[in-house]
């Protein structure tokens, strides 16, 4: 915890930065890769870079985890850790790396705000960096040790075993190891990261959810067609070829329990709820389950005929899917944007829900407007920069 007059320094100035702090981020990433370009072309996501998504994503945290300081809410604040952890662990970041965004963040900040960056001001925002830095150099300590990897030592090199067209736009891929012996197992609804070296040289990463089953020797994960990755790996990827991947990480993951659950999707977010819903069908499992699926149209929907069968493999799942183009032919399937209106909702439920950012809004509020608590309900936003 920040000591009291760092906080009283943050409440106090808080609101300061944080109506600077996108001019802040805008400053502060050109400069960490002026100095370090190679964090560019080999780490960060330089398609969220060139649409500022990047930036703004770290602006929410930092203001985030700023408030956080001031009214304290463990849950949340979990939620956050949680989230950045798992997603630096499936990089392989590791707490050398930490002083380096501290140099060029804190630089950004004088520079965005002269004068007003008083010694005290300083210490309390430096004191707040580190405090959340030492947090998520904990966390990430212990998820590479529960992978049974060194901290950093993330990947490994996979080999293509079957490649198979999953939708018109996205195709799926089964790994298995270079030795012969079992890839390690994963949580239902983890993802890898893929690495990927471009045509100008540059090696890009991104995140694919498992969707294989939990205890099978290979990995399986599926890629739209969306973004320069996975482009490439459309383009180039093949059977018998060796891709690098990373341990298993993410926290979309299904719950402990045997409490009701609510798997809620759109396009290709559907893809850890097919990674749930095989651990729940190879395990026998019996919880009320309702999947919500929205897309496109019917034709453009990834594994479709795979989620039908799942669902049909549960003893008490519902498959609820809305297409925005189509003719609706089964009771539980609507034509137009997804609405809960006239879906039953279990308030004691816990909700998993991933798809692009404004559907995601739409069904957390739909499932709060029903009376699902807004802590029981995890999210995992799949954007076009894949």
């Known amino acids: 915890m920040i000591s009291t007059d760092a906080r009283i320094m943050l409440e106090a100035t808080l609101p300061v930065v944080a109506a600077h702090i996108d001019e802040i981020t805008a400053n502060f990433y050109p400069r960490m890769f002026d100095e370090h370009p190679e964090l560019l072309s080999d780490l960060f996501n330089r398609a969220n870079q060139k649409s500022g998504s990047q930036s703004a994503v770290l602006a929410g945290s930092i203001a985030a985890f700023a408030r956080l300081q001031l009214e304290y809410d463990e849950a949340t604040q979990r939620d956050i850790i949680e989230r950045i952890a798992n997603k630096?662990?499936?990089?392989?970041?590791?707490?050398?790396?930490?002083?380096?965004?501290?140099?060029?963040?804190?630089?950004a900040i004088v520079?965005?705000?002269?004068?007003?960056?008083?010694?005290?001001?300083?210490?309390?925002?430096?004191?707040?960096?580190?405090?959340?830095?030492?947090?998520?150099?904990?966390?990430?300590?212990?998820?590479?040790?529960?992978?049974?990897?060194?901290?950093?030592?993330?990947w490994r090199t996979a080999t293509i075993t079957e490649r198979d067209q999953v939708a018109p736009d996205a195709v799926s891929f089964t790994l298995a190891s270079t030795d012969g012996r079992p890839l390690p197992d994963f949580v239902p609804g983890q993802y890898v990261s893929v690495q990927v070296r471009l045509d100008d040289g540059a090696r890009q990463i991104r995140q694919y959810s498992l969707t294989g089953r939990v205890g099978a020797p290979t990995w399986r994960f599926s890629v739209k067609l969306d973004g320069e990755v996975s482009t490439w790996l459309h383009e180039h990827a093949f059977d018998g070829d060796e891709l690098a991947v990373s341990s298993p990480f993410g926290d979309l993951t299904l719950p402990d329990g045997d409490g009701p659950l609510v798997l809620a999707s759109a396009g290709i977010g559907c893809t850890p709820m097919i990674g749930v819903l095989h651990h729940l069908v190879a395990t026998g499992d019996t919880r009320p389950v309702q999947v919500m699926h929205a897309d496109r149209s019917r034709a453009r929907q990834p594994h479709r005929g795979e989620l039908g069968r799942l669902v049909a493999q549960l003893p008490d799942a519902t498959l609820y899917q809305w297409y925005e183009h189509g003719v609706s032919a089964e009771p539980t399937t609507r034509i137009g944007l997804i609405d809960l209106a006239d879906v039953p909702v279990d308030p004691a439920a816990t909700a998993l829900v991933c798809g692009p950012t404004g559907f995601m809004s739409s069904v957390r509020d739909a499932l709060v407007d029903r009376s699902l608590p807004a802590e029981r309900i995890q999210f995992e936003a799949f954007g076009g920069t894949r």
Do not use: C
Not at 140 to 151: R, W
């Open 88 to 107: 630096h662990a499936s990089l392989g970041i590791v707490a050398d790396q930490y002083p380096i965004v501290h140099k060029h963040l804190f630089a």
């Open 111 to 154: 520079e965005v705000l002269g004068d007003a960056v008083t010694p005290e001001v300083a210490a309390a925002w430096d004191e707040l960096y580190w405090e959340m830095a030492n947090v998520l150099i904990g966390r990430e300590k212990e998820l590479y040790e529960q992978s049974g990897v060194a901290s950093g030592e993330v």
